[in-house]
């Protein structure tokens, strides 16, 4: 069966660090690239990160220079490490894969597998 | 970066009823635009891809349209299974970005 579960949300104070991973099975995390997206309590979705299965890493501006995306291809899991948190990086935290849908000669990429959540509270 | 709209924000709606939300983005993105439904306390589910190809195993009752700047997510009969929050998402930059959702709920 295909599925990301996902682990390591928590409790954590401002300015502290936490590191969120996800464990795949039924594919491959580097043949895909993989994204997290989190969700604020009551809010919408908003996208994280990316690590495309080249290697190269995207963030949001609002995480830029705090997070860091990786994976470990042995043990097929995608990380999320989290430094400097605030208060407003509350939220649940989904990994999700992208997959490439081929329509014509063009490639277009849509996350059709996301991971149950993982919530992330940053409180004192 | 690349920002995306939805309206309505929320809709109400009974069963049987045929449901349109828009999602516009702020420059073109061809048709590199995904729709999502996620219900509470659930992961997103995606529906349409590319903006009008429907996702295996969803309901033909969806359907989406457009490119450019301008889609749609059109519900042509609405099921009670289908009230949820609808999220479209940009995958032409690679900052990608998801509009902030339309609330379908019960008329």
């Known amino acids: 069966e295909v599925q990301l579960v996902e682990s390591g949300g928590g409790l954590v104070q401002p300015g502290g660090s936490l590191r969120l991973s996800c464990a795949a099975s039924g594919f491959t995390v580097s043949s895909n690239y993989m994204s997290w997206v989190r969700q604020a309590p009551g809010k919408g979705l908003e996208w994280v990160s990316v690590?495309?299965?080249?290697?190269?890493?995207y963030y949001a501006d609002s995480v830029k220079g705090r997070f860091t995306i990786s994976r470990d291809n042995s043990k097929n899991t995608l990380y999320l490490q989290m430094n400097s948190l605030r208060a407003e990086d509350t939220a649940v935290y989904y990994c999700?894969?992208?997959?490439?849908?081929?329509?014509?000669?063009?490639?277009?990429?849509?996350?059709?597998?996301w991971g149950q959540g993982t919530m992330v509270t940053v409180s004192s | 970066d690349i920002q995306m709209t939805q309206s309505p924000s929320s809709l109400s709606a009974s069963v049987g009823d045929r449901v349109t939300i828009t999602c516009r983005a702020s420059?073109?993105?061809?048709?590199?635009l995904n729709w999502y439904q996620q219900k509470p306390g659930k992961a997103p589910k995606l529906l349409i891809y590319?903006?009008?190809s429907l996702q295996s195993g969803v309901p033909s009752r969806f359907s989406g349209s457009g490119s450019g700047t301008d889609f749609t997510l059109t519900i042509s009969s609405l099921q009670p299974e289908d009230f949820a929050t609808y999220y479209c998402q940009q995958s032409y930059s690679t900052l990608i970005t998801f509009g902030p959702g339309t609330k379908v709920d019960i008329k």
């Open positions: 690590i495309y299965s080249g290697g190269s890493t």
């Open positions: 590319a903006a009008s």
């Open positions: 420059q073109s993105i061809s048709s590199y």
């Open positions: 999700a894969r992208a997959v490439a849908m081929v329509r014509g000669v063009i490639r277009y990429d849509a996350f059709d597998i």
